[in-house]
């Protein structure tokens, strides 16, 4: 495999991830708190201390930074407001790449059809040179 395939296959994994968790930012938009928090079901994480998981509450809590609360995010679980803008730094790093990606394409399609129309119009010109 070569590097570019594996930067290619690398890329493509991050952003078919990144859409996936596209929906933690659009969930709270589109469904109601309670669809949210039924979907997402209970910890199924035994506790053997008192310090409850990393991700305990976080649901809540994404719900809540959604709605501009942060000190209540805060409260359900204090990562919460870190791990939500790393993912929103990713979210926002994978539309940047995938536009500059969309635009180089587009722009070696319109040398691709500049260089077609040139070579078109050379044979033309030599197709007519021999009725000068």
Known sequence: MTTQEIKMAISSSWLMIS?????????????????????????????????PCLLCGMTRAFIAISRGNLTEAATFNHRSIALYGILLANEILAAVFLLNRIHKFLLSQRAASRVEHETSTQKKVKSCSFLV
């Open 19 to 51: 859409a996936i968790l596209l929906s933690v930012f659009l969930a709270p938009h589109l469904m109601s708190e309670s669809a949210l928090l039924s979907a997402s079901g209970a910890c199924a994480l035994p506790h053997h201390s008192q310090e």
